[in-house]
């Protein structure tokens, strides 16, 4: 699995787990003398949640962590990439949030273990198809 240029390995930058939330909004409406139906509203998008451990000592990983960091900072619109058999590509996704813990510190203050975790929301383009450089495109 890759998430842009950054690829998830066995050995070096790997991950244990991965969770996906799909979100929906309803509004209930008040109706006297009755039971108060629901109305869709429209979806909160997806979100999707990856983490791993690395043990940077041993196989690295710690430039991958760093670079995702970089990617959250500059904004990127990253794809999420499975290679099992096919290709697939899995939505165009950002970073709203990237942690890592650091344990078994040694003797030279270096973790040996870290755990990591990064919060990837879909990118949606507009339903309308509108974008400001859009309106630029009629001039």
């Known amino acids: 699995m890759a998430l842009g240029p950054f690829v998830f390995e066995a ?5 244990d787990a991965r969770r996906r939330n799909q979100g929906t909004r309803w509004a209930e409406i008040p109706v006297a003398g009755g039971l108060n139906p629901i109305q869709w ?15 940077t000592l041993e196989w690295g ?3 991958t962590l760093r670079g995702l960091y970089r990617a959250q900072e500059a904004g990127q619109i990253l794809p999420l990439v499975t290679m099992s058999g096919t290709q ?13 813990d650091h344990a078994y510190i040694n003797a030279g203050g270096v973790a040996q273990m870290q755990t990591y975790g990064i919060q990837l929301r ?3 383009q507009s339903a309308t198809g509108f974008s400001p450089a ?6």
């Open 88 to 100: 697939n590509i899995h939505d165009m996704w950002v970073i709203e949030d990237v942690f890592d």
């Open 41 to 55: 509203t429209g979806g909160d998008g997806s979100t999707m949640e990856i983490r791993g451990v690395i043990f």
């Open 11 to 15: 050995m070096g930058f790997g991950f």
């Open 134 to 139: 859009s309106v630029l495109s009629w001039f």
């Open 122 to 124: 879909a990118y949606l």
């Open 61 to 63: 990983g710690d430039d």
